[in-house]
């Protein structure tokens, strides 16, 4: 696993020495994020020694290093999703070169439905905890002590400064951000009406097929971690509720600008 990461990071320094302090990772339908970057350097996935390749629509696969901010940042257009097949650890690999590469704080996105009968379509959620169902924990097997330790804590997974960080400055630009917490499944079913009504009962405010297996990855190395959900369908409705992934895209896209705004003052202010 350790010399997997290294041949990654060293083959993404030969290309790109300078090391990034942020990363960002970008949801469905969030990927145009990367064009309020000054880019410096895309690497395609495909290329990365032993990186997975990413095969879902709207998710466009590389990896971007430049600038935002004021800060050195990587973000990555396209992520994997274990409901695409890969194993947990393939899910969590470019997270753990992220932070091989250098970086100390990572912003996160998804697109999720919402079950907070207080949410509407396009919302903003900062996550301020999560809850795992089935999401195969990315941390089974072998501990390597050069990532982090057996037993992680998990007490606050999702940095509260940041999210303190976030209200502010949505607060700032009159834009509505919730707080809550979010329910990782597998996918790629969405749910169905007993299953958002049990998934709400039992804590969770947004439910989403990503974000979980990252955020440990990330917590178990000690990296910062805030994320966020757009709020792109309503799981709890009583009418007819149908969910199309087209309709989680195009709700994505109307919400980008406002997550935009908020984690690009939130690098600056890092
Ligand atoms: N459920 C699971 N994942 C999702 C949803 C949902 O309703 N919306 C966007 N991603």
Redesign the pocket.
């Given at each position: 696993m350790i010399k997997q990461i290294n041949e990654a990071v060293e083959y993404i320094q030969a290309i790109y020495a300078t090391a990034p302090q942020v990363g960002i990772v970008l949801g469905?339908g969030l990927g145009s994020f990367t064009a309020e970057m000054k880019v410096e350097a895309a690497i395609d996935y495909a290329d990365i020694p032993h990186f997975p390749v990413s095969t879902v629509k709207g998710h466009s696969g590389k990896l971007i290093f430049g600038e935002l901010g004021g800060k050195k940042v990587v973000a990555m257009a396209g992520r994997f999703h274990y409901y695409e097949g890969y194993s947990p650890e393939e899910v969590v690999f470019p997270i753990r070169v992220m932070k091989f590469l250098g970086i100390t704080t990572i912003l996160i996105s998804?697109?999720?439905?919402g079950m907070n009968a207080g949410f509407a379509v396009g919302d903003l959620m900062a996550i301020n905890d999560h809850i795992s169902f089935f999401a195969v924990n990315p941390l089974i097997g072998e501990n390597s002590e050069k990532l982090g330790p057996r037993f992680p804590d998990m007490s606050e997974p999702y940095s509260k400064a940041l999210i303190a960080k976030a209200k502010t400055i949505a607060a700032a630009a009159n834009i509505t951000l919730r707080e809550g917490v979010y329910c990782g499944?597998t996918?790629p079913t969405?749910?169905t009406r007993a299953e958002y009504k049990f998934l709400h009962i039992a804590g969770g405010d947004a439910?989403?097929?990503s974000t979980v297996q990252e955020v440990i990855t990330a917590v178990h190395m000690g990296v910062t971690v805030f994320a966020m959900s757009v709020i792109?369908?309503l799981?709890i409705r009583e009418e007819e509720n149908k969910?199309t992934h087209e309709e989680?895209l195009q709700a994505a896209k109307e919400a980008e600008p406002k997550l935009t705004l908020i984690f690009k003052e939130l690098i600056a202010g890092l």
């Open positions: 469905s998804n697109a999720a439905g499944v996918g969405f749910e439910v989403g097929m792109t369908d799981g969910i989680v």
